[in-house]
């Protein structure tokens, strides 16, 4: 049975850990809070945008863009966003898990978080650059990402991009995902993806109807797909990034969060045995002393 002393000890070092835990959850419950505002500010935008898009190729069925084209087999881009840190629970394995599962043996990668490159060069794969981008999220940063993988997708390459990133459902789910950046097809630009907000297409149909809106192309189509769709993929990209972001940070304060009442049950059920052991020595010493005094008589 252990002594009071080393009790005690135990208790001391599981306080200081559940101090630690909880100025952690505070920190994570704060930037949660700013990344939460940030990633759903974001949605409408990108939603609008999204509208965009699906009537301006609606209504320009002659004209195409590089960036639209569908392309055959070959060798992808994955670009995977995951966290820099740890102590975020399960986040970043159950991410990092399917990005080994489902990505192809020829596949290259473009990584935004420690993390995610860190597994991939353990694993041996394709690491083809690494982006870093602080917190909170800045559109510039994500904008360079897009702008290497859509050079790289112009080039020949690759024939297909896409991007592992955690979904933010809500503080207690994220769900890991995969979006297909380029190329973008008339069919994935109304469709609804799993993050809310994007797109608003009708059930069942896959395509979003749009009212006959007789838009008027100036200076030309192709020169307002060369605006406009280069700009769509930049923002999709960067709320992908800051749905990832809010994963991350609710995952974060959840865990600390867990931790900390972990840890004052712990200290509870340390303090009760402590108590106890306490309560025997004294028994024991009472014991003693009334058995000498009978032995004295």
Same mark, same amino acid.
């Given at each position: 049975?252990?002594?009071?002393?080393?009790?005690?000890?135990?208790?001391?070092?599981?306080?200081?850990?559940?101090?630690?835990?909880?100025?952690?959850?505070?920190? $994570?419950?704060?930037?949660?809070?700013? =990344?939460?505002?940030?990633?759903?500010? *974001? &949605?409408?935008?990108? !939603? /609008? @945008?999204?509208?965009?898009?699906?009537?301006?190729?609606?209504?320009?069925?002659?004209?195409?863009?590089?960036?639209?084209?569908?392309?055959?087999?070959?060798?992808?881009?994955?670009?995977?966003?995951?966290?820099?840190?740890?102590?975020?629970?399960?986040?970043?394995?159950?991410?990092?898990?399917?990005?080994?599962?489902?990505?192809?043996?020829? $596949?290259?990668?473009?990584?935004?978080? =420690?993390?995610?490159?860190?597994?991939? *060069? &353990?694993?041996?794969? !394709? /690491? @083809?650059?690494?982006?870093?981008?602080?917190?909170?999220?800045?559109?510039?940063?994500?904008?360079?990402?897009?702008?290497?993988?859509?050079?790289?997708?112009?080039?020949?390459?690759?024939?297909?991009?896409?991007?592992?990133?955690?979904?933010?459902?809500?503080?207690?789910?994220?769900?890991?995902?995969?979006?297909?950046?380029?190329?973008?097809?008339?069919?994935?630009?109304?469709?609804?993806?799993?993050?809310?907000?994007?797109?608003?297409?009708?059930?069942?149909?896959?395509?979003?109807?749009?009212?006959?809106?007789?838009?008027?192309?100036?200076?030309?189509?192709?020169?307002?797909?060369?605006?406009?769709?280069?700009?769509?993929?930049?923002?999709?990209?960067?709320?992908?990034?800051?749905?990832?972001?809010?994963?991350?940070?609710?995952?974060?304060?959840?865990?600390?969060?867990?931790?900390?009442?972990?840890?004052?049950?712990?200290?509870?059920?340390?303090?009760?045995?402590?108590?106890?052991?306490?309560?025997?020595?004294?028994?024991?010493?009472?014991?003693?002393?009334?058995?000498?005094?009978?032995?004295?008589?």
């Amino acid at each position: 049975m252990p002594n009071t002393r080393d009790i005690r000890r135990r208790i001391k070092s599981v306080k200081n850990t559940a101090q630690i835990t909880k100025a952690m959850q505070l920190v $994570a419950a704060s930037k949660m809070k700013r =990344a939460q505002d940030q990633a759903l500010s *974001g &949605r409408h935008y990108a !939603d /609008l @945008l999204n509208k965009v898009l699906v009537n301006l190729k609606e209504y320009s069925l002659d004209e195409t863009h590089d960036l639209l084209e569908a392309r055959g087999e070959g060798r992808e881009i994955v670009v995977v966003v995951s966290a820099d840190k740890g102590l975020c629970g399960a986040l970043n394995t159950n991410l990092l898990r399917r990005v080994v599962r489902e990505s192809g043996e020829n $596949a290259g990668y473009v990584t935004i978080g =420690a993390k995610g490159r860190r597994t991939l *060069g &353990r694993l041996r794969r !394709d /690491l @083809l650059a690494d982006f870093s981008v602080a917190d909170p999220v800045d559109f510039v940063a994500v904008k360079m990402v897009s702008k290497f993988v859509r050079e790289r997708f112009l080039a020949g390459e690759c024939t297909r991009v896409r991007v592992a990133f955690t979904n933010f459902i809500n503080t207690l789910q994220q769900a890991p995902y995969f979006e297909t950046l380029l190329p973008v097809s008339p069919v994935a630009l109304g469709a609804r993806r799993e993050f809310e907000g994007i797109g608003t297409a009708e059930e069942g149909t896959g395509k979003e109807t749009v009212p006959d809106s007789g838009y008027i192309f100036e200076p030309s189509p192709q020169k307002v797909f060369d605006q406009v769709v280069p700009q769509y993929i930049d923002f999709l990209l960067y709320q992908m990034v800051l749905e990832a972001r809010a994963s991350e940070h609710s995952a974060r304060m959840v865990a600390m969060k867990s931790a900390t009442d972990n840890a004052n049950q712990l200290i509870k059920d340390l303090t009760l045995e402590y108590n106890k052991v306490r309560q025997a020595s004294i028994t024991a010493e009472l014991l003693e002393i009334s058995t000498a005094q009978m032995a004295l008589g």
